[in-house]
Nanobody
Framework: QVQLVESGGGLVQAGESLRLSCVVSGSTFSPNIYGWYRQAPGKSREWVATIYSTGKADYVNYVKGRFTISRDNAKNTVYLQMDSLQPNDTAAYYC???????WGQGTQVTVSS
């Protein structure tokens, strides 16, 4: 069974940075595709970024240039580096296995103005 465990969320001020981590177990990590999503209060969950086995990444337009998704195959871990955070980035952030469609439990990011 695939398990994804996120960490690294917290409370920061606008303009600061956070790095989220997602440790994956129960699947073959290196060939797999992973994504980050987020869900703000009262809103639907939305896609943020995807990283492929080659390291190629895709981003939703409004995080391009601020967020970077990466992976460490030796550690079975996917990262989301978030810079220049803004209050509207406040959300629960979720990691997802893009083939099995399993989700992690999420980690909360709160950005104060």
């Amino acid at each position: 069974q695939v398990q994804l465990v996120e960490s690294g969320g917290g409370l920061v001020q606008a303009g600061e940075s956070l790095r989220l981590s997602c440790v994956v177990s129960g699947s073959t990590f290196s060939p797999n595709i992973y994504g980050w999503y987020r869900q703000a209060p009262g809103k639907s969950r939305e896609w943020v970024a995807t990283i492929y086995s080659t390291g190629k990444a895709d981003y939703v337009n409004y995080v391009k240039g601020r967020f970077t998704i990466s992976r460490d195959n030796a550690k079975n871990t996917v990262y989301l580096q978030m810079d220049s955070l803004q209050p509207n980035d406040t959300a629960a952030y979720y990691c997802r296995d893009m083939r099995s469609f399993d989700w992690g439990q999420g980690t909360q990011v709160t950005v104060s103005s």
